[in-house]
């Protein structure tokens, strides 16, 4: 028994120096064993008004972010991070009002980490390239409740984990410019399938993140090559067919895929 255990652990051992090795860096993907599940008994859903006064204020419709102006506001912004904090997702609240919730809380984050090191020209200066060791993605910033969490902790192990929708991949924005366009809107709710539905409208038909010509051999954004299971839901079968759900510019279904270089530089307005 005891030999078994010390075989169990050297696996558990290797079977996670394998996922990190296989890793890419920042908002890559990143297979995360445990879920996690920060909730209330009886909290109220959050008023995400703050956040959308600021997102409307400080993003234009490009989805390029002043953050000067983020970070003269930050006080703001920290009284809605406060308000997240103050109410964590509840049983009574309906999926999408508790997806809102940590999307909002991802991007606001996000937000709050860049302006906090301000200026700067990425954030992927703002940690180290070792992932799920030192990352910016992978530091223990976010206070919610008490519990002190991470990008990545929110990302692949509370809406990855919890919502089986592709979908955010087009709404979560780690301040880059490959990323998709940060809205200049909160998500709500009452609005988010509409909301997810032109953030993947206007992902997919975006030629800097995707290139659909020629249709045989497009060059399309590398997030559909850090996550290429997860687009292999919601009905979809393939990433080609997934695209194809939103392109204007359709793509062959057995199109050779190749995919754009990630650029890191900061989303920001100029």
């Not at 996670?16 to 920060?38: D, I, K």
């Not at 992932?131 to 990302?155: C, P, R």
């Not at 997919?204 to 559909?224: G, R, Y």
């Amino acid at each position: 028994m005891k030999n078994f255990s010390r075989l169990a652990s050297r696996l558990a051992v290797f079977s996670l120096l394998a996922a990190t090795s296989a890793c890419q860096s920042g908002c890559a993907y990143v297979r995360y064993f445990t879920p996690l599940n920060p909730s209330s008994k009886n909290a109220a859903p959050a008023d995400h008004a703050v956040w959308d006064g600021l997102l409307k204020k400080y993003v234009d419709a490009q989805g390029m972010v002043n953050y000067q102006g983020f970070r003269q506001d930050s006080t703001t912004l920290n009284t809605y991070l406060k308000t997240l904090s103050d109410h964590l997702p509840a049983d009574k609240w309906t999926p999408d009002e508790r997806l809102a919730y940590w999307l909002n809380a991802y991007n606001a984050f996000t937000i709050q980490r860049v302006i906090r090191a301000y200026p700067v020209k990425s954030i992927k200066d703002l940690g180290g390239d070792k992932t799920l060791v030192n990352t910016v993605w992978d530091q223990k910033f976010i206070n919610l409740d008490g519990d002190k969490l991470t990008l990545n902790d929110i990302e692949q192990r509370i809406i990855r984990k919890k919502f089986d929708d592709n979908r955010i991949h087009f709404a979560l924005v780690c301040a880059a410019m490959s990323c998709p366009r940060l809205r200049n809107e909160a998500y709500v709710g009452s609005r988010l399938n509409a909301q997810l539905e032109d953030q993947a409208n206007g992902f997919v038909n975006n030629p800097q993140k995707n290139q659909l010509t020629p249709p045989d051999q497009p060059k399309v954004s590398a997030i559909f090559n850090f996550y290429p299971g997860d687009f292999k839901k919601n009905g979809s079968t393939s990433v080609q067919e997934l695209i194809n759900r939103y392109a204007t510019q359709k793509i062959k279904p057995d199109a050779q895929l190749g995919f754009l270089e990630y650029n890191w530089a900061l989303n920001e307005q100029k």
